[in-house]
C-alpha cells in the first residue's frame, strides 16, 4: 500500500489476530472472508465483520468449541442469512483495493518491456482500455460470485460450476470482442515507458480513493475502541 488507512490498520490488526487462533477456526475465518468478499463491495466493513468473526472464535476456542459450532456448521447459509443488512457498497469500493494489488504488476513488466534493447511499442488502445476491461470482470466477478452461494446450496456442485462457467462466458462477450473492435479502429502505439507511467497513475488514483472513502467509512462506523 502507498499510505496507510483505517482498512490497512484494521486488516493488519485482524491478521496478526488470526494467527493467534487455531487451525480449525483460521479455517473457517478464510472460508467467511472469501464469501464475504462475494457479498459486498465495500472491503472495510468486511474487516469489520472479520474482527468480530476473531473475537467470537477466539471466545470459543476458550469454552472448548469452534467457530464453526457457534454459526451452525454452514458457513455460506449463515452469511446468506446476514448478507441482507451488509451495507453493498459500490464497485469502486472495491476496485480501489484488488487494483493497486493485481495491476501493479504490469508497471515493473511495462518498465521492463521498456529498458530491453529493440522493445517494441505496444498498442494505445490496449493499454488505455486494460483497466477498465479490469473493473468489467470485478463488477461480473463479485454479482456471479454472490449469486453461486444460493445456487450451491439450492442445486448443488454440479449447477455451481455451470454458473461459474457461465461467468466466464459473460465476460468474454461483454468485454473481449469490445475491446478487439477498439484496438482493431485506433491501431497507435505508445512505449514500454508510457504503459508504465499510466498504470502507476491507476493505481495511485486508486490507492488515494481507498484512503478518503475507508477512512470516512471508518468515521461513520470505528473499529477500534473509544
Not at 475465518?29 to 469489520?48: F, G, V
Not at 479502429?185 to 490507492?207: D, K, M, N, R
Amino acid at each position: 500500500m502507498l499510505f496507510k488507512n483505517q482498512y490497512t490498520m484494521l486488516k493488519k490488526v485482524n491478521d496478526m489476530s488470526v494467527k493467534t487462533l487455531n487451525a480449525e477456526n483460521r479455517a473457517a475465518l478464510k472460508e467467511i472472508s472469501c464469501y464475504l468478499l462475494y457479498m459486498t463491495w465495500n472491503c472495510y466493513e468486511i474487516e469489520r465483520i472479520r474482527k468480530d468473526m476473531i473475537e467470537i472464535a477466539a471466545r470459543c476456542e476458550l469454552e472448548g468449541r469452534t467457530l464453526r459450532e457457534e454459526i451452525g456448521g454452514d458457513t455460506a447459509r449463515f452469511l446468506l442469512e446476514m448478507a441482507p443488512d451488509l451495507p453493498r457498497g459500490t464497485p469502486l469500493d472495491y476496485v480501489c483495493i484488488w487494483y493497486p494489488r493485481w495491476y501493479g504488476i504490469f508497471i515493473p513488466l511495462y518498465l521492463l518491456m521498456a529498458l530491453l534493447p529493440g522493445s517494441r511499442p505496444l498498442n494505445l488502445m490496449q493499454i488505455l482500455v486494460g483497466p477498465f476491461r479490469f473493473m468489467i470482470f470485478l463488477a461480473i466477478w463479485g454479482w456471479f460470485r454472490r449469486k453461486e452461494l444460493k445456487i450451491k446450496i439450492r442445486y448443488g456442485c454440479i449447477a455451481q460450476v455451470l454458473w461459474f462457467l457461465l461467468m466466464l462466458a459473460v465476460f468474454w462477450a461483454t468485454s473481449v470482442p469490445l475491446s478487439s473492435h477498439i484496438i482493431q479502429q485506433f491501431p497507435g502505439t505508445i512505449s514500454g515507458l508510457g504503459a508504465t507511467l499510466y498504470e502507476l497513475l491507476w493505481v495511485i488514483v486508486c490507492q488515494l480513493w481507498q484512503n478518503f472513502y475507508y477512512n470516512r467509512c471508518a468515521a461513520r462506523h470505528p473499529w477500534q475502541e473509544a
